[in-house]
């Protein structure tokens, strides 16, 4: 787990956004901005899902930025359903990347609710890299909108997935004709399945940003 002390408090438009921070390792190569499951059902930036994709980034030569939205841990405001915590989002992003300017690459991504969030982030902060783990498309009463850019878009979801059905996936990934990677006999959470999921988000991110 990130340690707690790696934190930083970010200003946006509902008061601070207390926000776990890991460092690039090796060359520098961008910032990512990783968003937790729905706060509703315990998601917090504490989640193994997005501190495993945090620390394969991190080796990739990401400073990685994982905020509690809106209503979070110790982050001001109450929960939104996704609007609000879309312009949390983008408030961490803009304080990311203020901070490293000379960080090329942008990479977005989120676990389930954060996926969700993602979506809506990444129309009006383009990524290079829209990295979604198990979204939760399909299932709030807002649709959320299609990829950005298709060819940008990575999303990883759990073959056995009870939360977010795997047909979920491909029924909002077949119309942008995005393939979806599915891992083999893994729920939602990745359960017993988090050292694949980093090795495969650390093969897949490679060869979108290399493109």
């Not at 499951?37 to 930036?45: A, E, I, K, L, Q």
């Not at 901070?99 to 982030?121: I, K, N, W």
């Not at 017993?192 to 991110?205: E, M, N, P, V």
Request: proline residues 5%; glycine residues 10%; hydrophobic residues 40%.
């Amino acid at each position: 787990m990130l340690k707690s002390q790696n934190q930083h408090l970010i200003e946006g438009p509902a008061g601070k956004l207390e926000t776990l921070y890991l460092a690039a390792q090796g060359r520098e190569r961008g910032v990512a901005v990783i968003n937790h499951p729905n706060p509703r059902h315990g998601g917090t930036n504490t989640n193994k899902v997005i501190q495993t994709a945090a620390k394969a980034l991190s080796q990739l030569g990401f400073h990685c930025y994982l905020p509690n939205l809106r209503g979070v841990g110790n982050s001001d405001g109450e929960h939104d359903y996704g609007r609000g915590e879309t312009d949390d989002c983008i408030a961490v992003i803009d304080y990311a990347r203020a901070r490293h300017p000379d960080a090329a690459q942008f990479v977005l991504s989120g676990f389930s609710f954060g996926g969700y969030v993602a979506l809506f982030t990444a129309q009006q902060r383009r990524p290079d890299l829209l990295l979604l783990l198990g979204p939760a498309v399909g299932i709030y009463d807002r649709t959320e909108p299609m990829a950005a850019d298709a060819a940008k878009t990575l999303l990883i979801h759990g073959e056995t997935d009870d939360i977010v059905p795997l047909q979920n996936a491909f029924r909002w990934a077949a119309p942008q004709d995005l393939a979806v990677v599915v891992l083999p006999d893994a729920s939602h959470f990745f359960h017993g399945k988090l050292i694949l999921l980093r090795d495969t988000i650390s093969r897949q991110a490679v060869s979108f940003l290399n493109d």
